[in-house]
């Protein structure tokens, strides 16, 4: 994959592999001292103290292309290189990476252990009562990958509900609700830690399809073996939150940190840095470009949801 040029960015990451496990799933979580959620109250702002140190703490899971750990052991894809950008727009050229299942960013992100999650997680207002979210920074939709000839002939979310399929999702993704809503049963879904596992299951004969993003899907393509397809023909869901709006998200009393996040993501999207961006992690810069009519707000609010 083409990296952007902002090697200067990227060449002093400091990855560190820390997995944030021990939270709850109800993203609940005390200061642990790392400073994420000690918010604006007493002394200098966080903001101020991340300008102060040069180094942000931005937790990711591990799903291409969003923000994942590269063959060179760098956190890269579309949103950490834009999070990068941001920050670079801050004065902040250390980006010093957390690596956590997904299911555990907004409970890491409470307990203070990043200062802001950057995988291009889908806003929703769920996750909204937990975290702040920036803007929007990309759209995206779904997909499904099945057993080579798609056996069950399953080409829907209300194919996989029918036919009684099981499905294997990424614990704490987006599409667990959507299949539900579809109709798709409880016993019929299987959560794993991330997308590679989703795949071996598929591949292992523990479930009949996989769903994700279209771009997770696509990229993890291209390094599966030839006994899983990409359903070309899939239908996407017509539910509330299809299509999905990806952002950085923040800790709810840092709200001087994401309006300065807000104000120079605005600049590098109308200088279309964050269109390069999406492109060159393989992104269509038209179909999955941050939206202009819709906000953070509405989405929260279920007004655009």
């Known amino acids: 994959m083409k990296k952007l040029l902002l090697t200067s960015i990227f ?3 400091l990855v560190v592999l820390a997995a944030c496990g021990g939270g709850s799933d109800d993203a609940s979580g005390s200061d642990n001292g790392d400073g994420g959620s000690e918010g604006e109250s007493g002394g200098d702002s966080r903001l101020a103290e991340i300008q102060e140190a040069g180094t942000v703490t931005v937790g990711f899971a591990n799903e291409e292309p969003y923000g994942y750990q590269g063959e060179d052991g760098e956190l890269t894809g579309a949103s950490p290189e834009i999070t990068a950008a941001v920050f670079a727009e801050l004065g902040v050229d250390n980006v010093e990476s957390k690596l956590s299942d997904y299911s555990q960013l907004i409970p890491g992100l409470n307990a203070g252990n990043f200062d802001v999650i950057t995988s291009g997680m889908a806003i929703n207002p769920d996750r ?12 995206y939709g779904e997909g499904l990958v099945v057993p080579a000839g798609n056996p069950m002939d399953l080409q829907s979310y209300s194919d996989i509900a029918e036919s009684g399929a ?12 959507y299949v539900q809503e579809m109709g798709v049963s409880e016993d019929q879904i299987q959560e794993a830690s991330d997308i590679p596992s989703t795949f071996s299951a598929v591949q292992s004969g523990r ?13 993890a393509m291209e390094t599966a073996s030839d ?37 120079e993501l605005q600049k590098l999207i109308d200088d279309g840095t ?14 999955n470009a941050p939206p202009e009519d819709i ?7 279920g007004e655009k949801y």
Request: with cysteine; hydrophobic share 35%.
């Open 295 to 301: 906000t953070t707000e509405e989405i929260c609010s």
């Open 227 to 263: 006994d899983v397809e990409f359903v070309e023909d899939f239908e996407q869901p017509d539910i509330e939150g299809v299509p999905s709006y990806g952002a950085a998200a923040f800790h709810q009393d840092n709200d001087e940190l994401r309006e300065a996040y807000n104000e």
């Open 207 to 219: 479930a009949d399809v996989t769903t994700g993003t279209e771009m997770t899907l696509r990229m």
């Open 11 to 13: 060449g002093i990451f």
């Open 166 to 177: 099981t499905v294997s999702i990424m614990s704490g993704a987006t599409e667990i609700g």
């Open 274 to 287: 964050v269109a390069e961006i999406l492109e060159q992690n393989g992104f269509d810069p038209e179909n």
């Open 128 to 139: 909204c009562e937990n975290a702040d979210f920036g803007e929007p920074e990309m759209t």
